[in-house]
């Protein structure tokens, strides 16, 4: 009877440890696609600097959870999330890239984040380059004519009741971050009154062209007068003016974005919508 209970003992133990063992393959192989951002646990680890510094979220996104010395907050153990990845020639147009959108380890006036540039080196990924404050992480990107891939970006900020949101074209030639804004709007709707008006612009569409060559804005504008007696917006209901919606188009030459000529009018509409101050 003993010799059976060992035996039986021993047959548990063993088929315990296939299914820990099934278990452990299956997590490491979750951990090598997490969701849709399409990168590796060693391209990660460069990002990281370290696999035992490496996690992925509830929502199956990698992230650091140590601030990675290149980062102002070098060192913390507070996360440093991946937001989103592109694939393309950034820098080099016969190099394998990936530009990875990242946030945390960065204070505000660095934009709570930045970009980091891979560059495939036989069958490592090597950091290429870091760019503290460029938000990545809602992109359109474009193929240049001379063989490198440009993005088109939209972010956004708020400070003490007042937002600002613009897009700007990117390019990282010569390993190098180049910005060009093509847009830029703001609302202080929870802030001070500008010529007694509180109002906001926002970006509802951000999309590129059937063509391609290209994108197109739709930029949602709401103002209101500021009743007698209130100082500033957002304490009491104010009476809005119907909202204006605007169409933008921003060509792409292969070369430079520029806005379409029959836009010129709209952007007018925008540039101008807010009274400006009388003295």
């Not at 993005?151 to 600002?164: E, K, Q, R």
């Amino acid at each position: 009877m003993r010799s059976l209970i060992a035996s039986l003992g021993a047959n548990v133990c063993v088929a315990v440890a296939v299914v820990v063992l099934t278990m452990s393959a299956h997590a490491q192989a979750t951990e090598e696609i997490p969701g849709a951002k399409q990168i590796d646990r060693r391209a990660m680890q460069e990002v990281c600097e370290s696999s035992a510094t490496i996690n992925i979220d509830p929502t199956g996104h990698f992230q650091c959870t140590v601030c990675p010395s290149y980062t102002d907050f070098h060192g913390n153990r507070e996360s440093f999330d991946l937001q989103e990845v592109y694939k393309g020639h950034f820098s080099s147009a016969n190099t394998e890239q990936l530009l990875l959108a990242l946030t945390g380890c960065e204070p505000h006036v660095s934009g709570f984040g930045g970009s980091i540039l891979l560059s495939r080196d036989g069958t490592v990924w090597k950091k290429s380059n870091y760019f503290k404050g460029n938000n990545a992480s809602k992109c359109l990107t474009f193929r240049a004519r001379d063989g490198l891939d440009r993005l088109v970006c939209f972010a956004g900020d708020s400070h003490a009741g007042n937002s600002v949101y613009w897009i700007s074209a990117v390019s990282y030639k010569d390993n190098s971050l180049h910005a060009q804004t093509m847009l830029d709007l703001s609302g202080n709707m929870a802030g001070l009154p500008i010529a007694r008006y509180c109002y906001d612009q926002d970006i509802g569409t951000f999309e590129k062209l059937p063509s391609g060559n290209g994108f197109r804005v739709l930029v949602t504008q709401t103002r209101g007068l500021l009743p007698s007696g209130d100082d500033a917006c957002g304490v009491t209901d104010i009476p809005m003016e119907p909202a204006q919606t605007v169409k933008l188009d921003f060509q792409f030459d292969g070369d430079h974005f520029a806005l379409a000529p029959e836009s010129k009018d709209n952007m007018q509409k925008v540039e101008n919508f807010l009274p400006h101050e009388t003295n």
